[in-house]
Every structure is written in structure tokens, then in C-alpha cells.
């Protein structure tokens, strides 16, 4: 059972390219998450979906852009990445609405450095 | 601005003894979870308390939950060198279908 698996693991980017970061969860989990880490900044949260054709914006989604084409993947795309994008990516899933108090399965992370 | 703090940033305890992290947060939660990150990993979820409950076990760890003060504590007991970690408090608030985290405890069990 592999859970979350977010591709790739590593990533190195010029300033103004594209990528997309892929995350699949084999959990029939309605609900998946990006997340951003940096350092002393924690965990913030770029956009979310609620369930398959949905998204929503989180706390900080400029730059970001996410599709939720089938329930089992979640994509974040960066149209043209910037050196401030550099961070480590989280996605996350649960299975019901987090109020009613489920918890939330991670990734292992996906480290981007944009130069 | 960060829904949930944490209290200490960083901490260095013995092996065998207790730690103690705080979290405080600002605006009313429908409930609290506490997660660990080990280096260069993901968060895994260790144990979550509802709003309607004040304390909470699960094998070494002991969470309190405070609403008047907005604030919890995670106690894990009989520390071992595996519980070297980052340490997240993190709130579902009420009202809004997201989950927000704190900037973490770095824990370091010295052996």
C-alpha cells in the first residue's frame, strides 16, 4: 500500500521554467493538500481540493496553479518558477472532511530549487 | 499570520526523561492533531483531540487540550533517542475545510 507518492523527489529549475508536480494517493481520499516548508516558516498551505474537478486557494497560492482532473491525483503546476518558489513541497490527503476530524496522510516531499 | 505556535522552538532533553511542547493558537478550532517530521521526511499524524475533549493518551504521549486559553500540550514520556524530531501542532478551524500548522518543536534526545 503505497499511500502518497509525490513525483519527483528532486528537482532543479531556472528561473521562468515550468514544471508540474504529480501526487497520487491510492486511498480513495476525497480530500488532498500542497503544502510548502521553509525554514522557521513551518507548513503553509498553497490550495486544496475537496473532491474530484474541485480546488480551492490556501494561504499562499500566487504562482501556483493546481487541477484535480481524477480523485486519486492532485497537480501543482509553477507556470514560471521563481528563486522565491525554492522550498520543500508536501501533498497530503484525508479521507472525510478534516472539521469532522480525520488526519491527514503525507508525502515525502518534494525539494525544488529554483536558480 | 501562523494559526498555531509552538513553545519551545527547539529542545534538548536526556534520554528516559519527559518532554513537554506547547502550542497556542488564535481562533476557535473544531480540533487540534499533533504530527512528527523526521529529517528529510514527510509528517506523520500522531494523535488528534476534539474540540469537546481536554485530554487525550495514546501509548507515551498525553495531549491536553486548554479552549479558554487556546492552548495544548504534548507530553511524551520515557524519552528515547527515536523521538528526535520536529514536533507540529496543527488546527482545523471551525468553519473552514483546511488544516493549518505551526512552525514546529525541533525535539533532541541527547543519549
Known amino acids: 500500500n503505497a499511500g502518497v507518492t509525490q513525483t519527483p523527489k528532486f528537482r532543479v529549475l531556472k528561473t521562468g521554467q515550468s514544471m508540474t508536480l504529480l501526487c497520487a494517493q491510492d486511498?480513495?481520499?476525497?480530500?488532498m493538500y500542497w503544502y510548502r516548508q521553509d525554514p522557521g516558516m513551518g507548513l503553509r498551505l498553497i490550495h486544496y481540493?475537496?473532491?474530484?474537478?474541485?480546488?480551492a486557494k490556501g494561504e499562499v497560492p500566487d504562482g501556483y496553479n493546481v487541477s484535480r482532473l481524477k480523485k486519486q491525483n492532485f497537480l501543482l503546476g509553477l507556470e514560471s518558477a521563481a528563486p522565491s518558489q525554492t522550498s520543500v513541497y508536501f501533498c497530503?490527503?484525508?479521507?472525510?472532511?478534516?472539521?469532522?476530524?480525520?488526519?491527514?496522510?503525507f508525502g515525502q516531499g518534494t525539494r525544488l530549487t529554483v536558480v | 499570520s501562523q494559526q498555531g505556535e509552538e513553545d519551545p522552538q527547539a529542545l534538548s532533553i536526556q534520554e528516559g526523561e519527559n518532554a513537554t511542547m506547547n502550542c497556542s493558537y488564535k481562533t476557535s478550532i473544531n480540533n487540534l492533531q499533533w504530527y512528527r517530521q523526521n529529517s528529510g521526511r514527510g509528517l506523520v499524524h500522531l494523535i488528534l483531540?476534539?474540540?469537546?475533549?481536554r485530554e487525550k493518551h495514546s501509548g507515551r504521549l498525553r495531549v491536553t487540550l486548554d479552549t479558554s486559553k487556546k492552548s495544548s500540550s504534548l507530553l511524551i514520556t520515557a524519552s528515547r533517542a527515536a523521538d528526535t524530531a520536529s514536533y507540529f501542532c496543527a488546527t482545523v478551524v471551525r468553519g473552514i475545510d483546511k488544516i493549518i500548522f505551526g512552525k514546529g518543536t525541533r525535539l533532541h534526545i541527547l543519549p
Open positions: 483531540i476534539r474540540s469537546n475533549e
Open positions: 481540493s475537496v473532491g474530484e474537478g474541485t480546488t
Open positions: 486511498m480513495n481520499h476525497e480530500y
Open positions: 497530503a490527503s484525508s479521507e472525510l472532511s478534516l472539521p469532522v476530524g480525520t488526519e491527514a496522510f
